[in-house]
């Protein structure tokens, strides 16, 4: 036997081991005190630019042992079947949607027809993205000031909510209310939170931090002003609102005026 075809020969390091051992050491080997990468996997982000509206990332991520997936190019049988185990269990799709539109011009339909298309893309180049348990959608929420100072009341929620039911009807129904993690954090930046307070106006965050449904675990957060304020962590559709942030007895100070807002809004 020449040493090319031994090159090419698969090679064991865990040879005497059943496979749900093997299984097991795997499950140990991805864990989230590891760094989360892309690395190893068939792709590593797609963004989807609609200008003047909104930027889309979406991209693969999982925590798993990059030493033993780079095992991989010397033909070793554990590395290829802890790719196919990170692949089935260890992979999250992770969607970053910063807006920055004119909400007074926004159509949520075309933006929803052109998400679809893109997404249909996307899944016919990579078919599995369907069935990827772990779906984490982050909305960095910085319309236009004048948009969102003369919009109505509880536009935000309408809006959030929209693209998340775009984007999750893209994560089959059947793995989603089986195992699917569903994660949803609206990040508000400073200059909304100021015109939130100097227009007295409502993002409807009741609406938002309603869960779906559609998922077997379902986390939604809003951090408002970097600050964490409030989650809702729950199963099958059910959930309790927890509070992050200090609750200010009194408006001293439009910061407390703020919170007090927010969490009457959760209520």
């Not at 989230?32 to 003047?52: C, E």
């Not at 969607?95 to 011009?105: E, S, V």
């Not at 298309?117 to 004048?146: G, Q, R, S, T």
């Not at 609406?207 to 077997?216: D, E, H």
Request: glycine fraction near 6%.
């Amino acid at each position: 036997m020449n040493s090319t075809t031994q090159h090419h020969l698969s090679r064991a390091l865990l040879a005497r081991l059943p496979p749900e051992l093997c299984n097991e050491i795997y499950a140990h080997a991805t864990n989230d005190n590891n760094p989360s990468t892309s690395f190893a996997l068939p792709f590593k982000s797609k963004t989807f630019d609609f200008p003047r509206i909104s930027k889309t990332i979406v991209s693969l991520k999982h925590h798993g042992n990059n030493g033993l997936l780079a095992l991989h190019k010397y033909h070793f049988t554990e590395a290829r079947e802890y790719y196919s185990w990170v692949m089935n269990h260890g992979v999250t799709l992770q969607i970053t949607i910063k807006f920055t539109g004119n909400l007074l011009r926004f159509n949520m339909g075309d933006w929803t027809k052109k998400m679809s298309k893109h997404m249909e893309k996307l899944i016919k180049c990579y078919p599995f993205i369907p069935i990827i348990a772990n779906w984490d959608v982050e909305i960095l929420w910085h319309p236009e000031e004048k948009g969102f100072c003369e919009a109505r009341n509880g536009v935000t929620a309408s809006v959030v909510n929209s693209m998340l039911d775009c984007l999750f009807s893209f994560h089959d129904q059947k793995v989603g209310v089986r195992k699917g993690v569903l994660g949803v954090v609206l990040r508000i930046n400073n200059t909304v939170a100021v015109s939130y307070m100097q227009y007295v106006k409502k993002f409807g965050l009741a609406s938002f931090l309603r869960l779906s449904g559609l998922a077997a675990v379902e986390r939604r957060m809003v951090v408002v002003a970097g600050k964490e304020v409030v989650r809702v962590v729950g199963r099958g559709g059910e959930g309790g609102l927890e509070v992050l942030i200090d609750e200010p007895e009194t408006s001293a100070n439009l910061w407390d005026e703020m919170v007090l807002a927010l969490l009457t809004e959760c209520k």
